[in-house]
């Protein structure tokens, strides 16, 4: 174990890879230090008893543009769900989906009693803004939260409490929307452009494919960082010496190893899984509470979407609960009774998944969404904490981080 590299990457999330991958086009040596058995951090997926469980309801946007440069994604066969969501008014279900990719589905969006028809006007105003205006352009916009931005657009109460609130704080994991409106442009931006879907095999798939071209003697797992220094790493089994040290792992853990960062506030959620034979929904699409009651964000079929998600002849649901109070699955399970219109009693419980730590919050200011990655001595830092806090921000930090690496390198 103890020897030496040019570059040291601590942690096997979706920012190391990025990282390992843009290095090793660039042929400087490196290697890859992981703590757990297996790779992709936040993103993982169990197999229990022939269903996929990911840790944590988790999506994949197409839109995300760091993902073309790593991998193709139809090696991961993604299943697709519908662009748009349902929502729930007392014993109304009412449909709402994005024009540009259902183009059928737009009189019923036009007519839905969700807020007013001028209400729907503004918002596909703003997400078609979001969309076609430069990056650029939206990052240097008068910065306030997330709330505010909608308010501004002159969004009403009621499709921001019904329907907008439950969407987007099961996105950014933050009810109060207390979350940049810089992040929520680029996370509209993305839903506006992209389509929404799930691997085949599950979300663990995607850190697999970004992994698979790495080579395999590179990348150590089972392996824990006591410390890190300028120009080594310390380890439970002996020291690397290097040129460069990059810290990739959970903001948590980065505060750790890396005292001088500024700590930063994670959001929780938990997901509850349940199996049944029959599906409450024959459509893979987001079911909203659109009743206020503030306790299930969303609740989806994934099967209906992937059908490699759940056994022949059974249906999996994921029910998601943003915060850090999980509230007793017989509760929840009462909410899907009236969410769905029918009885859950005959649907199996399989597990709880809660995740303390999901999503760093991305409060305002954020500027630019791109917070420095060069700490000097040859000591980087690469993750979701320094973009946006999504799965195209763990992305880009860590290619971004590479290519300060590989100038702090060449200009030594």
Not at 44 to 63: E, K, S
Not at 183 to 203: E, K, T, Y
């Amino acid at each position: 174990m103890p020897g030496e590299a040019d570059v040291v990457i601590v942690g096997g999330g979706l920012a190391g890879l990025a990282a390992a991958r843009r290095l090793h086009r660039a042929g400087v040596p490196w290697r890859l230090l992981e703590s757990a058995d297996r790779l992709g951090g936040r993103v993982a997926t169990d197999r229990v008893d022939g269903y996929l469980l990911d840790r944590g309801f988790q999506v994949l946007n197409t839109a995300y543009p760091r993902l073309g440069s790593l991998l193709d994604l139809g090696v991961l066969d993604l299943g697709w769900f519908t662009s748009g969501v349902l929502v729930r008014r007392g014993d109304r279900l009412e449909r709402l989906v994005n024009p540009l990719r259902d183009p059928t589905g737009t009189p019923g969006t036009v007519t839905a009693g969700i807020g007013s028809v001028l209400d729907r006007l503004r918002f596909a105003a703003l997400a078609a803004g979001c969309a076609t205006l430069p990056v650029t352009r939206l990052l240097t916009a008068e910065e306030t939260t997330s709330e505010a931005a909608l308010r501004r657009a002159g969004l009403s109460d009621a499709i921001v409490e019904e329907l907008l609130r439950p969407f987007l704080s099961g996105v950014l994991l933050d009810r109060e929307l207390a979350t940049s409106s810089h992040v929520l442009a680029m996370i509209l931006r993305s839903f506006a452009r992209g389509r929404i879907g799930l691997p085949a095999r599950g979300m663990g798939a995607l850190p697999a494919a970004i992994a698979e071209p790495l080579p395999a003697e590179l990348i150590e797992r089972d392996t824990r960082v006591a410390e890190v220094a300028p120009g080594r790493v310390r380890t439970d089994a002996g020291e690397i010496t290097c040129r460069a040290v990059v810290v990739a792992v959970d903001p948590p853990a980065a505060t750790t190893l890396l005292p001088t960062l500024h700590r930063v506030r994670m959001h929780s959620y938990t997901t509850y899984y349940h199996s049944t034979d029959t599906p409450p929904l024959a459509e893979p699409i987001l079911l909203l509470d659109g009743e206020r009651r503030e306790l299930v964000a969303n609740t989806v079929v994934l099967s209906n979407a992937v059908p490699t998600y759940a056994p022949a002849g059974r249906h999996l649901v994921a029910t998601s609960v943003v915060g850090p109070q999980a509230p007793p699955e017989p509760v929840i399970r009462r909410e899907l009774d009236r969410l769905y219109g029918r009885s859950t009693a005959d649907w199996s419980h399989l597990t709880t998944i809660s995740v303390p730590d999901a999503l760093p919050a991305a409060p305002p200011p954020q500027g630019r969404l791109r917070k420095p990655v060069a700490l000097g001595d040859g000591l980087f830092v690469a993750g979701d904490h320094r973009d946006s806090p999504s799965i195209q921000g763990a992305l880009a930090s860590g290619w971004r981080t590479a290519g300060a690496v590989l100038a702090t390198l060449r200009a030594a």
